[in-house]
């Protein structure tokens, strides 16, 4: 017997080395909540306008008119009082004091007197309190909503039968109005597309009722001696003159006039007497009905009523009119009878018809017709409704003939500009990339494949010098194994070893040594597999959820990746044909699942296949598919071994009988023949290994054990080592891997050995012994060598002919921490977490020497320069130096208290330099072998600075040292040889852009010519400093996202290597405009160093292995270094470096560097406006700071916004020229923010914020402007005292290290200026009182106050707070004192201006105790000098800021208080409970002198009202009788205190939204959200008509009815919701009408059949259930897509006949798996075909984090046979597929996997949305695209409309609405 030993001689050791109910309606404290099967109004419970006192002038928001407690009263101009004869009346009889024969004298004599009360003017459904309906009755569909127009509540009457719905006055038939006013205004506007009724009974004075009616119903002007029927046509602009009749969709508010007087004068020759009853039918909204004996008009103010002979409307019936617009343009009056008609002045007798005088125009006599017009005008005979169309001219053609003439004025200018609404600018489209194969992804960067090298590498940009593309290539990796050791495997020909090594896949020539890989893993590999005939290699990545690839194994192409249905992958074992994988693993439950898969047709282009799967209760630790049967397989595990058969589709198994071994814990099993020569397969056996040494021998056949075997330790008296292994009993030797050959049976254990035995196991063979645990065995096919793993990171194999033992690969067990390279032997030395240091041999990547140490860990490294030697850095402080020659140590030094951070020596080999962790710093003198040191400097180097090989630096001429010291903050350099000090510099304040204090992370020397430093800092950057100045030359933002620990610059300067997370960034360091760096990944874990090999031809890095990478590009050895690189040629993938000639003359050095303390952080501006922004004018701070800095003469960076699709985060809207896109509304408001809403009453501005966008809103009209330009969410808002400038704030983003302030121009919407004051999100803004300064807050984390002066917005003064803060404001009657408050205090700042400078006198005041413990979290100034606090605890206290004491305090709320305003007299805070109260303070002023005895009974709450969220933010006028508030849940309020109502202005879903759905008509669009709500919105307002909630469950789909036998009140919606159920909800009737369980689990989506009869439902577990809305009943259920989500279900009429099947509908189903069917039904008949079954394979990468994009199918709207596809595919594009061809016709590349997917129905547009917060537009006529951003989330929804004019795309709750223009 032999021993080959597998331990290397001469290797040394070194010893000792739900969603509740919401409230609806005005008083939420009273309203009701809402049932789970509760439908809501859009604003049930809001009031009616009314009289309401206020200042003249004042502008109050759309929608909140003034309202009166309750909906009845008298509404006087001026003062009034309501009568007692205000009651109804009796009928009156005829007198004949009142006769018509005495009353022919005068006009004014036609009619009785009216009654006082009734003067000047009466407001009907005030005076007869028609909400309390008592006198009043209502029919039908009647509610109160707010419309957003009037921003007020109105009455909306809506029907399908006009005669059944209507309001009526009075309740009953016997009684009578009363009324006697002349005229009676209507305030109304019609519902679009509606018809719409008004009666009215006048009562003459001889007692006769006539009816006078007014419709768009009557086609004709009818009369009887009893009726009167007048046609209200109107007319949109539009040459089709025969749409005359429904009201068109723009219909706006109109004023109706009506002469009762004239009325029956003209037209029945009666003398009016009074009005009798009024009727109000459907469709229409109605604000209110006055009856008076003046003629108002209502387009005149009071300024000009001064100077014209007619009398204003009355403020209370006026329409709001925004400044500088006019009525005419957004109202519609209509006088009838016109003026012009003379009407005589008493009845004419014998007359039916009015008389010749009155006609208009030529011809016969006319019939009259109401028309009305915008245009102040009066018409002749009747007014014609005018409404805008799109299509409307400026001049319009002569209109045909009517069977009754029509008055129709146009307008003397043009309403092109009014007619669409406010102008939008086009959007300008981004910079077009082409898609690329992407194969996987790192850190967030897109990474492509090199085909030729197989290297990932990401490319940013492209530039002609950044050349050869890519410029690394894999060469060799030092490492084996990550995940475990026991993934070891021979190919068939027995020529190379496969194994992991992390993340790649090594396979390894045993002969020559050469490496080749698989890269595309993200994480490290789990599991390989290798087929017999080397043709498929499967392995599989861990952590959840497990990630599966199938490689051409000869050309290392991906042929598949897949997601397993398991969630880790253990184990995988192929047949030996190739044909079936099986895998074993968890799920996510825990239990152990068996997969098997078909891979017969993967390599001929077909997909993975799952044949069966199945769940265990029993262990698995090992899978084998058998040799001779591959529906035949083995298991064991704990206590089991089973034998597996796929039979049927199914996996069973059976166990064996172990017998007394059913305890044992087995470990791996292998297959051998039982005797030589059988054919009969079953008669194979299986050999089983176990913990506890006994290897079983089991018949497959019966299913017993045949024999058992145990391996014992057998030791001779005295000696030493074990000298016999048997089988008996006693304790066992752990075996863990077995493998069998025809002739042998190899055995590793834990002991170390690797033993082969005969199959009889009669003796030892052969034995190995390891420096570790074998973990794992595998005999070559040929039987001659045997591949052995061990967990200590060795691979080797031993050679049974020679018998000896080759070594294949060592690896450090744990991740290296820093590397060194030796130019003269080619050697690497490396030190890693698992306590060595390993010298390698480069050449051949095998290791050479290992030093190992079990108390300390080596932390640092580095080369001898000229002699073999190294010196190592320990955790102790010790530095030792190593011989090579001899292996052993030299001197060792142990100067450092702390672990050695880093290394490094001078290039001559003179000085060696050491830092440790306690910030000492020591040189060394090694010019001789016994080395010594010669001086040891504390307090030199940062003692906090994480260790990195990059933290000490030596230039290449060795007359320069650098590191990170003395703080974090500072980079010095010093003299290599003196250590004298030469320059210092800030690095905190070298971006002044920002707020938070930077850092330096690591430092390295560019070549002597240059004299560059380069710095990595904490805020991703790197900059590049002038070695003897220290000025900036150039400046590589944004260089990754997390600090890079290890940067180099190749010897020619050509090259940047930075280690950049799991990624290696290489950066063209010669080009100036660098187009950004190429990325390479392959490491599973961070990297640590990276490095030039000394001769510069390759690369290393250093992370969870170690990489060899080839340079490809040439080196230059005539290099020169002139003061500026050349320049890149520019264009758009210029990146961020500027030109260094510029850079460096721009702002020279003013001083002689000296060393300075650590400075304070200090806040900046932008230099300029971003190219290509939005014209923004960025300042800098060109005076210099009170303290002098070392970094403040320095150039700055300007900010720069990417032009690239594939920086979706940080951009802003495109341009407008040229867009594709016009955003035209926002629906929503961020209720996350703080302070986020503006409001001026005395102006009318109104802005808000939702995601990225500022919203300023006109009230009025409710046309909106959106200011664009911040990169991430908004967070506050501030407006100036002049309301001519507002501020606006938002965070960081991905992209960008600062968070943004924005200042914008209120009166042109222009940004004006940018800056950049903090790191962390802005809390808040304050303008001081006379607008000369802003002062802005960090959060909680940055804790940073900064003072800005607004004339050019350079930075005052700034200081980091101690303590984190929650407010902020100034001192409205002092603009030299502002406050803050935060955990316990009150800091008082008084501002004293010294010169040009603001010095800060602080002053800060404890919370006293009977406060109570809590927070300060709001705070205003109130009358002077006191100061209101909110705290956290609900308390209000009131400080005396003179004195600086807290006087008095009381309990406000049970929650914390957000907010706090002062007014006058009054007091308004907001909790975050949701309650609103109103305080009266008048008397806290008295009690202040008082002190501590004040009491707060003088305190008293006026008013209270609770909303729907936490009061985020607020606006109110100046006394506080009206205001807007915002909550978190995402609503704007309007309040009135008078009336105490609340009515919403701005109201979004608060989560997400997840489906658009539209109405056939395109009148309504409808909403549905995870809130659990269905929202039905008007389209062309956006404004909420009516909202269906359901409590405690999440609305996942909706669906809208098709057009259904023409009848639109049958419209309905199908919702699906999370608990199974599907609801059906009635348009018309506003009701639930239908709730059903088709699913058991929540449904993800619905629709529709064509003819709306049946809907089709598909939930998360892949059925689809098919149901009558009607019956509720579920008549067929399909189960083809099972154990995947549906994601789409696509409705369509079948209209390819080449499909070969039959049916009405066309229907798909695409699930999360990556399949779509595609169904032909006629559910009439009962008939349902598969028409297509569509499988695409699964992404070649995990860049989505293990959550995979939806899968998303839709049917071609402009070809029937075509269906688009997008998925998480191999590649990022949108498939079309011909259904008749069956075949992929085109595909459409995209930047990233689409999230959402829409067809517009009109055009070839394709419009998709990203994760990246992008959405797409793709001209699919064209080939081209444009790419659009304003989303701040994902864009997981994008619906066009059935019109294709507009674009709804929704990003969690906010909803974006854009404009087609012209497509």
């Not at 109605?286 to 003046?294: E, F, G, H, K, P």
Request: aromatic share 8%; charged share 15%; hydrophobic share 40%.
């Amino acid at each position: 017997m032999a021993r080959g030993s597998a331990r290397l001689a001469g290797v040394p050791r070194v010893p000792g080395s739900g969603v509740p109910g919401s409230r609806v309606g005005g008083r939420s404290a009273q309203g009701p909540r809402l049932g789970p099967e509760a439908r809501v109004p859009a604003q049930a419970g809001s009031r009616l306008p009314g009289a309401h006192p206020r200042a003249p002038g004042a502008w109050l928001p759309s929608g909140a008119r003034p309202r009166p407690a309750s909906l009845a009263g008298v509404g006087v101009a001026g003062e009034g009082a309501e009568s007692p004869g205000s009651c109804l009346v009796p009928e009156a009889r005829p007198s004949p004091a009142v006769a018509p024969a005495r009353v022919a004298e005068s006009p004014d004599a036609r009619r009785p007197l009216p009654a006082a009360w009734q003067h000047p003017f009466l407001n009907v459904f005030r005076h007869f309190r028609v909400d309390e309906w008592k006198r009043s009755a209502k029919q039908g569909d009647v509610a109160v909503v707010t419309d957003k127009t009037l921003k007020g509540a109105v009455y909306r009457i809506r029907g399908s039968v006009s005669a059944a719905n209507y309001i009526q006055l009075p309740k009953s038939s016997t009684q009578s109005l009363g009324l006697t006013g002349r005229y009676l205004y209507v305030l109304f506007r019609p519902l679009p597309s509606k018809h719409f009724v008004i009666h009215l009974d006048v009562s003459s004075k001889d007692n006769q009722v006539i009816r006078v009616s007014f419709s768009n119903l009557f086609k004709e002007f009818k009369s009887t001696a009893t009726w009167l029927q007048f046609p209200l046509v109107l007319e949109a602009r539009t040459p089709q003159r025969d749409l005359v009749g429904l009201a068109p969709s723009g219909a706006r508010w109109t004023c109706l006039q009506l002469d009762l007087q004239d009325v029956l004068l003209v037209y029945l020759n009666r003398c009016y007497g009074h009005l009798k009853s009024i009727r109000l039918c459907a469709s229409l909204l109605v604000r209110n009905l006055y009856t008076s004996d003046l003629c108002f008009e209502p387009a005149i103010s009071g300024a000009q009523w001064a100077k014209l002979p007619v009398t204003p409307m009355p403020r209370e019936m006026a329409f709001p009119v925004p400044k500088g617009e006019s009525w005419h343009d957004r109202y519609i009056h209509v006088r009838f009878p016109s003026e012009s008609l003379k009407v005589p002045s008493k009845p004419i007798e014998k007359s039916c018809s009015p008389p010749e005088a009155v006609l208009l125009g030529p011809g016969p006599q006319p019939l009259p017709c109401l028309v009305a017009s915008s245009k102040p005008v009066r018409f002749s005979v009747s007014p014609v409704v005018q409404t805008p169309s799109p299509t409307a001219q400026s001049g319009r053609a002569p209109l045909a003939p009517r069977p009754f003439p029509e008055v129709s004025l146009s307008q003397e200018r043009s309403d092109a500009s009014n007619a669409d609404g406010p102008g939008f600018h086009s959007l300008e489209p981004w910079a077009q990339v082409e898609a690329s194969d992407v194969h996987t992804a790192a850190a967030g960067t897109h990474v492509l494949t090199h085909e030729s090298a197989e290297v990932p590498v990401a490319r940013t940009g492209s530039c002609e010098g950044f050349l050869p593309d890519p410029v690394l290539r894999l060469k060799g990796v030092i490492g084996f194994g990550g995940h475990g050791t026991r993934q070891a495997l021979w190919t068939p020909d027995g020529a190379a070893v496969v194994y992991p090594c992390h993340a790649v896949i090594v396979v390894l020539l045993v002969d020559t040594g050469e490496q080749r890989f698989f890269l595309g893993h993200t994480d490290k590999v789990s599991a390989l597999a290798l087929d017999g005939s080397s043709s498929l290699l499967a392995s599989a990545q861990a952590r959840a959820p497990s990630v599966m690839r199938l490689w051409d194994f000869q050309t290392g192409r991906c042929l598949c990746l897949f997601r397993s249905p398991m969630h880790v992958v253990c184990s995988l074992s192929f047949s030996d044909s190739g044909a079936l994988l099986c895998g074993v693993g968890k799920d996510h439950h825990g239990r152990t699942m068996v997969v098997a898969w078909g891979t017969g047709q993967v390599g001929l282009g077909g997909e993975v296949v799952v044949l069966a799967k199945a769940h265990t209760d029993f262990d698995v630790q090992a899978f084998r598919v058998t040799f001779f049967d591959e529906t035949r397989m083995a298991s064991c595990g704990q206590g089991s071994v089973r034998l597996w058969r796929l039979r049927g589709g199914a996996l069973r198994s059976c166990p064996v009988d172990l017998g007394e071994h059913h305890a044992l814990q087995f470990t791996d099993l292998a297959f051998k023949q039982a005797r030589d020569g059988c054919p009969e397969p079953s008669a194979a056996m299986l050999l089983v290994c176990s913990r506890s040494g006994h290897i079983l021998e089991i018949d497959c056949q019966r299913m017993v054990v045949r024999h058992a075997r145990r391996l014992l330790p057998t030791r001779t008296p005295g000696g030493p080592h074990p000298q016999k292994q048997t089988f008996s009993s006693g304790p066992g030797i752990a075996i863990s891997s077995l493998s069998v050959s025809p002739a042998m049976c190899a055995v590793g254990s834990e002991d170390g050995f690797l033993r082969l035995w005969p199959l009889d196991f009669s003796s030892v063979l052969l034995e190995a012994e390891h420096e570790g645990p074998v973990s794992s065995v595998c005999v070559s096919p040929d039987g001659l060598r045997v591949l052995s793993a061990t967990s200590s990171g060795h691979l080797g194999f031993l050679d049974t002919l020679s018998r000896v033992y080759h070594m294949l690969a060592r690896s450090h067990t744990a991740p290296v921490l820093a590397l060194a390279m030796e130019q003269r032997r080619g050697q690497l030395a490396t030190v890693s977490q698992d306590r060595t240091v390993r010298i390698w041999d480069l050449a051949t990547l095998q290791q050479l020497y290992d030093f190992t140490s079990s108390e300390e860990a080596p932390c640092a490294v580095t080369f001898h320069p000229t002699r073999p030697t190294f010196f190592c850095g320990f955790s102790s402080g010790a530095v030792r130096s190593f011989s090579l020659e001899a292996a052993e140590v030299l001197v060792e030094h142990t100067c450092h208290r702390g672990a050695v951070t880093s290394l490094t020596a001078t290039p001559d080999g003179r000085l060696l330099f050491s830092s440790c962790s306690q910030g000492s710093l020591a040189q060394y003198s090694c010019a001789d072998p016994q080395w010594h040191v010669l001086r040891v400097a504390a307090d030199m180097v940062c003692p906090d600075a994480p260790a990195s090989p990059s933290a000490l630096a030596v230039s290449r001429d060795g007359r320069l040292l650098a590191f990170v010291g003395p703080s974090r903050c500072t980079v010095t350099v010093m003299g290599s040889a003196s250590l004298d000090e030469l320059l210092r510099v800030d690095i905190g304040t070298l971006d002044l852009a920002s707020s938070r204090l930077d850092s330096a992370m690591a430092v390295c020397f560019g070549p002597a010519a240059l004299g560059h430093l380069l710095v990595s800092t904490s805020s991703n950057r790197v900059v590049v400093l002038d070695a003897v100045s220290g000025r900036i030359i150039r400046e590589l933002p944004g260089v990754h996202p997390e600090p890079c620990p290890s940067l180099t610059l190749s010897e020619d300067a050509r090259f940047l290597l930075i280690a950049a997370g799991r990624t290696i960034k290489v950066w063209d360091y010669a080009t100036q405009a660098s187009p950004g760096p190429q990325v390479y990944i392959g490491h599973s874990e961070p990297v640590q160093a990276v490095a030039f090999s000394p001769d510069q031809q390759q690369v290393l890095s250093a992370g969870d292995a170690v990489f060899l990478w080839d340079v490809l590009a040439a080196t230059e050895s005539d290099q020169s270094f002139p003061g500026a690189p050349p320049a890149c040629k520019t264009g758009l993938g210029a990146g961020p470096l500027e030109d260094a000639a510029s850079r460096a003359s721009e702002l020279p050095r003013q001083q002689v560097p000296k060393p300075s303390q650590a400075s304070p952080p200090r806040l900046g501006v932008c230099a300029r406006p971003p190219e290509g922004g939005d014209g923004a004018r960025d300042t800098r701070n060109s005076g210099a700071p009170r303290t002098t800095y070392l970094a403040s003469c320095k150039a700055f960076t300007p900010a720069r916004v990417s032009c690239s699709p594939h920086s979706a985060k940080g951009t802003c809207l495109p341009p407008a020229s040229g867009g594709w896109l016009r955003l035209k509304a926002v629906v929503g408001y961020s209720g996350n923010g703080r302070a986020n809403m503006v409001w001026r009453p005395d102006t009318g501005f109104f802005a808000y914020t939702c995601g990225r966008l500022v919203v300023v809103e006109d009230l009025h009209s409710g046309a909106q402007q959106h200011w664009s330009g911040h990169s991430a969410e908004i967070s506050t808002l501030a407006l100036s005292h002049s309301a001519q400038v507002l501020a606006s704030a938002s965070g960081r983003s991905s992209t960008t290290a600062h968070c943004q302030i924005r200042v914008w121009d209120v009166s042109g919407g222009l940004c004006q200026h940018l800056i950049f004051p903090h790191s962390t999100t802005v809390l808040a803004l304050a303008f001081s009182p006379d607008d000369r300064l802003l002062v802005t807050l960090g959060d909680h984390d940055g804790r940073t106050l900064a003072l800005w002066g607004t004339a050019t917005y350079d930075l005052v003064s700034s200081t980091r707070l101690p303590e984190p803060v929650h407010g902020v404001a100034f001192n409205p009657w002092d603009a030299g004192e502002l406050t803050c408050v935060g955990q316990g205090t009150v800091t008082f700042w008084l501002l004293q201006l010294r010169g040009a400078d603001i010095s800060l006198q602080v002053r800060r005041e404890p919370v006293p105790e009977a406060v109570g413990a809590g927070e300060l979290t709001s705070l205003c100034y109130g009358a002077p000098p006191l100061l209101y606090c909110g705290t956290s605890s609900g308390q209000v206290c009131v400080w005396d800021t003179r004195a600086g004491r807290c006087f008095l305090s009381w309990e406000a709320d049970d929650g914390g208080i957000g907010l706090l305003l002062f007014s006058g007299s009054r007091l308004v805070s907001g909790s975050s409970t949701g309650r609103l109260c109103l305080w009266a303070v008048g008397a806290v002023s008295e009690l202040r002198c008082k002190g501590s005895g004040a009491r707060s009974s003088s305190v008293f709450m006026e008013h209270e009202l609770v909303l729907d969220g936490a009061v985020v933010s607020a606006s109110f006028d100046d006394s506080v009788d009206m205001g807007v508030v915002g909550t978190t849940a995402g609503t704007l309020w309007f309040v009135s205190w008078a009336e105490g109502t609340s009515t919403r202005l701005i109201s979004g879903h608060r989560s997400k939204v997840n489906e658009v759905v539209f109405s056939p008509g395109e009148s309504h669009c409808a909403t549905c959200s995870e809130d659990g709500s269905v929202r039905v919105w008007a389209l062309a307002s956006m404004e909420l008509v009516i909202q269906f909630q359901v409590l405690n469950q999440s609305c996942l789909c909706l669906a809208w009815s098709p057009p259904c036998c023409g009848r639109p009140e049958q419209q309905r919606l199908a919702a699906g919701y999370g608990d199974g159920s599907l609801r059906i909800f009635s348009i018309s009737r506003t009701a639930m009408e239908l709730k059903m369980h088709p699913h058991p689990v929540a449904l993800t989506s619905v629709a529709f059949s064509t003819d709306g009869q049946t809907v089709l439902s598909g939930d998360k577990d892949g059925l689809v259930a098919v149901s009558h809305p009607r019956t509720g009943t579920t008549f067929r259920v399909l189960s083809d897509h099972q154990g995947a989500p549906i994601s789409t279900i696509c409705v369509t009429c079948k209209e390819c006949e080449d499909l070969g099947v039959e049916g009405t509908d066309l229907w798909l189903a695409a699930s999360g798996d990556q399949r779509v069917s595609v169904w032909a039904s006629d559910w009439l008949r009962n008939r349902c075909e598969l028409v297509d079954w569509l499988s695409f394979p699964m992404p070649a990468t995990t860049e989505t984090q293990g959550h995979l994009p939806p899968s998303l199918a839709a049917f071609c709207p402009w070809d029937g046979a075509l269906l688009m596809y997008v998925g998480p595919g191999v590649y990022k594009e949108v498939i079309i597929y011909n259904l008749c061809q069956k075949q992929v016709v085109e595909k459409i590349p995209l930047p990233f996997f689409a999230m959402s997917l829409s067809l517009s129905p009109g055009t070839h547009l394709l419009a998709v949305g990203f994760a990246e917060c992008m959405l797409r537009l793709v001209d699919c006529a064209m080939g081209t695209a444009q790419d659009f951003a304003g989303h701040d989330n994902a864009v997981h929804l994008c619906r066009f409309t059935p019109s294709a004019r507009l674009l709804f795309t929704a990003a969690r709750n906010e909803i974006l609405v854009w404009e087609v223009p012209g497509r």
